[in-house]
Structures are given as structure tokens and as C-alpha cells.
């Protein structure tokens, strides 16, 4: 049962616009949502974050919007540039527990291409 | 020093073969992981370390055995793999390996192929 899940597995935008990566989770106890790049023969890169305690958090031409009751979040990056060219995997984590470890649940992924 | 350095880069080996990967981080994190990603698909969570003590083994079978010599430095020793284990392993770190809120920082991995 996928926990994380990015319907999307891949989108287009030309450049300059706006490109809008979605993510949907299903476990109410994750409070902790994270966005990670991934370029080709590469780790993942952390991008940005936010905590379920806030709706949007934004990090230069990064945007990320959590919307709990609907358990969604989603990635906005205004305006998109040829180098944003990546797989983003959404990731969550649940709630702070002392007696738990910390573990990100990926998401599946997707591959954006910004067309020059 | 943000970094999370993984070697080698590349390794082949064969199914007889014994080989370890390693990773290191300078900077005091106390939670290490293993992953193992797939192509196009999201990375698979194998081990935890926390302060150096192996806190979480995602049912991984035996023929991977992870290490922890001291806080900067994990490894993941190979023994008897099979083809289908042939995958990126992403070593990560973090700082607070008690539930919640700290990002994983990723080194760029090691591209294995078992032939």
C-alpha cells in the first residue's frame, strides 16, 4: 500500500512557466513533508520542507503548499528553468515519537522536463 | 562540509565475490541509512543506524551486511549477490535520528552491477 503517491509520473513545462508537481499520502500521522531533486547517476538533493503545523512554506522560486484535510501537497516552482530538469520525489514523515526512529517514506516520483 | 561521500562510484562484481561500499559524512549526524533505488522508482529504505547502533533492518536479506565503525563513517558489505540485486545504493545521514523533522542529506551513490 503505497503510502506516498505522485500520480504523475512525469510532466512538461516550457520555460518560464509554472511548473506544479503534486503529491498525495494517505497515512494522517505523517506531519513532516519533504521535496527531494534527483538528477540522472545522482543522490537525491533535499529542495524543501514543511511541517503540517503551516499551509505553505517558499524558498526563492520554490513554493511548497500542504492542504491536511485533503492530504495533499503540492510543488511550485515559478519560473521554471531548463536546469530544474529532474525526478522530484515527495517524502513524508510521521509524527515525532521518542520510542520511533526517523524513516522518510518516498514517493514514487516525477520526472519534470522544462523545455527551453 | 554539507557532504555525504559514497565509494566507489561504479562497481561490478560477480556472484562469488565479496566487496563492501562505504560512506562518510563529517557533519555530527547521528542517523545513517542504506537505500537501494531501482530505476524509476522511489529509493527503498535498508538500514538505520542510530548513534552507531543498527536501529532498523527493512527485512533485508543477508547477503547485506551494514557496519558502522564510528559516527562519520557506515559501510555495506557484499557477499554471494544475485543480478537482481543490481541497483544505486544511496548512503544518507541526518541529525536527529528520534522521529520528526530533519532532512536527509544523500551522497550520489554506488551504481553496483552483479553479473
Known amino acids: 500500500d503505497q503510502q506516498v503517491k505522485q500520480n504523475s509520473p512525469s510532466l512538461s513545462v516550457q520555460e518560464g512557466r509554472i511548473s506544479i508537481l503534486n503529491c498525495d499520502y494517505t497515512n494522517s500521522m505523517f506531519d513532516y513533508f519533504l521535496w527531494y531533486k534527483k538528477y540522472p547517476a545522482e543522490g537525491p538533493t533535499f529542495l524543501i520542507s514543511?511541517?503540517?503545523?503551516?499551509d505553505k512554506n517558499e524558498d526563492g522560486r520554490f513554493t511548497v503548499f500542504l492542504n491536511k484535510s485533503a492530504k495533499h501537497l503540492s510543488l511550485h516552482i515559478v519560473p521554471s528553468q531548463p536546469g530544474d530538469s529532474a525526478v522530484y520525489f515527495c517524502a513524508a514523515t510521521p509524527e515525532r515519537m521518542k520510542t520511533s526512529y526517523d524513516k522518510v517514506i518516498f514517493g514514487p516520483g516525477t520526472s519534470l522536463s522544462v523545455i527551453p | 562540509d554539507t557532504e555525504v561521500t559514497q565509494t566507489p562510484k561504479h562497481l561490478v562484481m560477480g556472484m562469488t565475490n565479496k566487496k563492501s561500499l562505504k560512506c562518510e559524512q563529517h557533519m555530527g549526524h547521528r542517523a545513517m541509512y542504506w537505500y537501494k533505488q531501482k530505476a524509476k522508482k522511489p529509493p527503498e529504505l535498508m538500514f538505520v543506524y542510530s548513534y552507531e547502533k543498527l536501529s532498523i533492518n527493512e527485512s533485508v536479506p543477508s547477503r547485506f551486511s551494514p557496519e558502522c565503525p564510528n559516527s562519520s563513517l557506515l559501510n555495506l558489505h557484499l557477499h554471494a549477490l544475485q543480478p537482481e540485486d543490481s541497483a544505486l545504493y544511496l548512503c544518507?545521514?541526518?541529525?536527529?535520528?528520534?522521529?520528526?523533522?530533519?532532512?536527509?542529506?544523500f551522497g550520489q551513490g554506488t551504481r553496483l552491477t552483479v553479473v
Open positions: 544518507a545521514s541526518s541529525q536527529d535520528p528520534i522521529g520528526g523533522s530533519s532532512e536527509a542529506f
Open positions: 514543511i511541517s503540517s503545523i503551516k
